[in-house]
């Protein structure tokens, strides 16, 4: 094995790590070709810049430096031409940081995205891994909302669609699990014909009713409230949806909320770069940076933009984050 190999899994270490990073995962699914090479050498950049300051600060301990000087003998390395033995050792240290921190550091960074979806949602949408459609789903998610999608035939659904699972490409099929159904007549006014209404079983559970549409076949799409759409049906309706409108009436706080918490998740893999190099001047400052870059991390979680009611202030309130997947709506109490 020739130090020409090591640069070799130095690159393929950066490619694992540009495929598997939620950040650049999208870009790397979206653009195949020289675009990935060039995004898997960044990565690798990236792998090595940290690996050179971690080793940096483990030669500082000389059980480290024997325990390289026994691995060396042990793998078959051959020194290329005006490359001397120290070097061999140097490069064969840098590609086995590089390989351990493509390991662990997708986990890592991936941790916040994993556990936190709109923290997720937020990254996809700056990479356009989400579209019009699935943006909308995930807005009316947070709001307890639904969904409806009209068609070219005029037929309508009201529903959920599937959840958000990551970046892909190729978006040509939506799901939506159906609350009700219905159509739209020659004067487009929507009717509701059929509810879904039935409770939800391990032998019968809520995608039971799912439907798969074309996006070509989707005219609209727009968020729905059930219960809205009743009221509307009756004959006060137009007084008493004025005032609901004027109390439900919300807006979005600004869009710097989102830059903050996309700024902040940068912040864990930069401060985690800038860690071991702090830690040769000052271990304590190396282990603040790290400890930073974990608080970034968690501000970045915790930080989400608040529907507020128009006409009060605008504020950030840093509500609980959400964990997982929300819970599934269940049909019948929205038709109850």
Aim: charged share 15%; hydrophobic share 45%.
């Amino acid at each position: 094995m020739t130090s020409l190999a090591l640069v070799a899994v130095l690159l393929a270490t950066g490619w694992y790590f540009y495929r598997q990073w939620r950040y650049t995962r999208f870009e790397a699914l979206h653009h195949p070709g020289h675009p990935q090479y060039f995004g898997a050498a960044l990565c690798s950049v990236y792998l090595f810049g940290m690996s050179v300051g971690l080793h940096a600060l483990a030669m500082r301990h000389a059980a480290y430096g024997l325990y390289l000087g026994k691995l060396q003998m042990m793998l078959p390395l051959q020194a290329i031409e005006k490359q001397t033995a120290e070097g061999l050792a140097l490069h064969l240290a840098l590609t086995l940081w590089c390989l351990l921190l493509g390991g662990l550091l997708p986990i890592l960074l991936n941790d916040p995205l994993v556990r936190v979806r709109s923290l997720a949602q937020l990254i996809a949408s700056r990479h356009g891994a989400i579209d019009a459609i699935e943006g909308l789903a995930m807005k009316c998610e947070e709001d307890g909302t639904l969904i409806a999608l009209t068609l070219k035939s005029g037929k309508v659904y009201v529903g959920l669609l599937d959840e958000f699972a990551g970046p892909r490409v190729g978006k040509e099929w939506v799901g939506i699990s159906p609350v009700a159904s219905g159509f739209r007549d020659d004067q487009s006014a929507l009717c509701l014909t059929t509810f879904y209404d039935m409770e939800p079983t391990d032998e019968a559970p809520l995608d039971i009713f799912q439907v798969i549409v074309s996006t070509k076949q989707i005219v609209s799409a727009q968020a729905f409230d059930l219960e809205l759409y009743k009221q509307f049906q009756q004959p006060d309706a137009q007084a008493r949806s004025t005032g609901d409108e004027r109390r439900t009436a919300l807006r979005r706080t600004s869009s710097t909320v989102d830059n903050t918490r996309h700024c902040l998740y940068l912040g864990l893999p930069v401060l985690l770069l800038l860690s071991p190099y702090i830690a040769l001047k000052t271990t304590l400052g190396g282990l603040i940076l790290v400890v930073l870059a974990g608080v970034s991390g968690i501000a970045a979680e915790r930080l989400q933009r608040r529907m507020v009611p128009s006409g009060s202030n605008d504020r950030l309130v840093p509500p609980e984050p959400d964990r997982g997947p929300a819970a599934p709506f269940a049909p019948s109490s929205a038709h109850s």
